[in-house]
């Protein structure tokens, strides 16, 4: 079996409670694809699977009362393998 998956966000603020006090993050842009396989043996427990996925996000720090902003763009190629192992 083949797959493939995407993943996208919308512009929205970022709850995050590790940020100093009166820093806020806003995310910008998110966005990934991915694609993988799945292979059912029917004699193991578990199916083998190798699945890649690549996700860009893009956010924007800033501090209450100033200007100043900081942008972070975050970038993770992801690869996951699934297997039976006795």
Same mark, same amino acid.
């Given at each position: 079996?083949?797959?493939?998956?995407?993943?996208?966000? $919308?512009?929205? &603020?970022? $709850?995050?409670?590790?940020?100093?006090?009166?820093v806020?993050?806003?995310?910008?842009?998110?966005?990934?694809?991915?694609?993988?396989?799945? +292979?059912? &043996? @029917?004699? $193991?427990?578990?199916?083998?699977? %190798?699945?890649? +996925? *690549?996700?860009? *996000?893009?956010?924007?720090? %800033? $501090?209450?009362?100033?200007?100043? +902003?900081?942008? *972070?763009?975050?970038?993770? &190629? @992801?690869?996951v393998?699934?297997?039976? @192992?006795?």
């Amino acid at each position: 079996l083949s797959m493939t998956s995407s993943q996208w966000a $919308k512009n929205t &603020d970022i $709850k995050n409670p590790q940020l100093p006090q009166g820093v806020t993050q806003h995310l910008k842009k998110l966005s990934g694809q991915g694609r993988g396989t799945i +292979t059912v &043996d @029917l004699t $193991k427990p578990v199916p083998s699977s %190798k699945a890649s +996925t *690549m996700v860009n *996000m893009f956010t924007v720090l %800033k $501090k209450e009362n100033s200007s100043n +902003t900081m942008d *972070m763009n975050i970038s993770m &190629d @992801l690869t996951v393998l699934l297997s039976y @192992l006795p």
